[in-house]
């Protein structure tokens, strides 16, 4: 039946776009940089065709761009954002800019020459004088025993042209002349008007950063929180603001400022990458990392592996010990003093998380994780809104929090190495590229292998992530901070993959443009 009828269609249009994609990939991997394929929409757009299944091979960054005629006369044309990532306006034509002949053919064994399987049904052949059955013995005199390489002939022709057919037609010789003539204007009450809309018809914007811009609105539009967004393409300047000079919380990523300040430190002599730290029980902080685990006493950590367990698993124990070492009120004085407005750094990880749990921190702060742990969750089975009431107080506090555009700043100086002497800015650099941390969201979708130097944080319906992308081929580097809070009702990995395709589109478009 039908539904038989249609798995067949589309078991057949996937196999083409399995070979297609492969043809792709094996182009790219012959040293070809860039491939374009062209193709029929229906191969391309919604981002389940040729171009997808590239993506699942090589983790390439795709654009898919489509052509709609614009009518004479009219300046833009409205068209519906699902269809791909870019619109191409093209002139509207009377015709199609080559002659479709509309003959089908096949070959039998006992011949050597091409017989037409029906008569014509489209094509400049629709009305003339071709029949099922006749046996095609030459063209323009020339005999074809393949159909692909009459095909190939019949396409050099243009519009107003013509060719001429010696047929076989039972056992009688015919010629028959084909003119290329233009196909007649049909009449416009029999032009169907009411096509089904798929989706919402806007009007493209035309400068670049804005569809840019456009693109990532749409992602995080009608979401269960908010988010902010920088992005500053380093070597151009070229720069994307959302919500940018909103603040919002730091979690994680406040121990990039504390970095910063401890490469200061080490600079000035005031301490040295290799002095050691002898941790005891009450170290042993709240939240992610690794020390927490570590229960033994007698553990002794130099600076240089702290800042590795900080920055690359995020280590709360880790930071707490380097922020109090160096002072939180020397990091947020380093910052004024760089001109570095909207970063504010005042509690460790354990007050923070205290804070967030609704625990005091003077009461708690050197209990050992697992006994706070206990407590809180003892508090939840007497009060279950308990946690969601810690959250909302611990939403309306100002401290600790970040613009993304201030984050951003950082990240260029510390790139462009005029926040520090150059080689502790490429310190933090190499370090930050180490990150394990947020595999799902900047680095979530972007080709394999592209370096990402950056810094995540996650904290009470906050996710973050930013960070510096390195993009291939000479194309420059991209300063992304994202972050966002109020996030409680979705799944974290659902944000996280917001976060992700927010990268892509941003790699994608400094890429290609």
Known sequence: GFEAVFEGLYRAQSAWDEVMAANAVRASENGKRRVVVLAGSGHLIYNLGINRRVFERNRRPFRTIVCVAVPKGRPSVAVSRSLADYIWGLAEEDRPAYPSVGLRMKMFASLANPVLEAKPVDGVALGKD???????????????????????????????????????????????????????????????????????????????????????????????????????????????????????????????????????????????????????????????????????????????????????????????????????????????????????????????????????????????????????????????????????????QEEDRSAPRAMNVLLERVFRKNILDEASCQTILDIMAKCQTGAGRIKGRLPSGTEVAHKTGTLSGSFNDCGIIFLPDGRGHVALSIMTKDFHRMRSADIESLIAETAKFVYDFFYFF
């Not at 990880?349 to 206990?374: F, M, W």
């Open 130 to 396: 071709f029949d099922k059955g006749d046996v095609i013995l030459s063209v323009d005199g020339k005999p074809f025993s393949d159909i692909n390489e009459l095909r190939m002939y019949l396409a050099r022709f243009a519009w107003g042209e013509e060719t001429t057919f010696r047929l076989l037609r039972a056992g009688q010789e015919k010629t028959v002349v084909l003119k290329f003539d233009p196909p007649a204007i049909v009449p416009s009450g029999r032009i169907e008007k009411d096509f089904p809309v798929a989706a919402r018809s806007e009007e493209a914007p035309a400068e670049p950063l804005a569809r840019l811009r456009a693109q990532l609105e749409r992602l995080w539009r009608n979401r269960d929180g908010t988010a902010g967004i920088a992005v500053k393409h380093l070597e151009s300047g070229r720069e994307l603001l959302i919500n940018a000079d909103d603040l919002f919380p730091l979690a994680s990523v406040f121990k990039l400022p504390v970095l910063v300040e401890l490469m200061a430190q080490v600079r000035e002599g005031r301490l040295s990458l290799e002095d050691e730290i002898d941790l005891v029980p009450a170290d042993l902080h709240l939240g992610s990392g690794v020390l927490a685990d570590l229960v033994a006493p007698g553990i002794r950590l130099s600076v240089r592996n702290l800042i590795l367990l900080m920055m690359t698993v995020s280590d709360n124990s880790a930071a707490d010990l380097l922020l109090a070492k160096v002072g939180v009120e020397n990091v947020n004085r380093r910052l004024r003093g760089l001109g570095i407005e909207g970063i504010s750094v005042s509690r460790s990880c354990q007050e923070l998380i205290l804070d967030v749990y609704g625990l005091d921190y003077e009461t708690y702060k050197d209990n050992p994780a697992e006994e706070i742990e206990a407590v809180y969750e003892e508090l939840l089975k007497k009060d279950p809104e308990f946690a969601a009431e810690a959250r909302r107080s611990f939403s309306l």
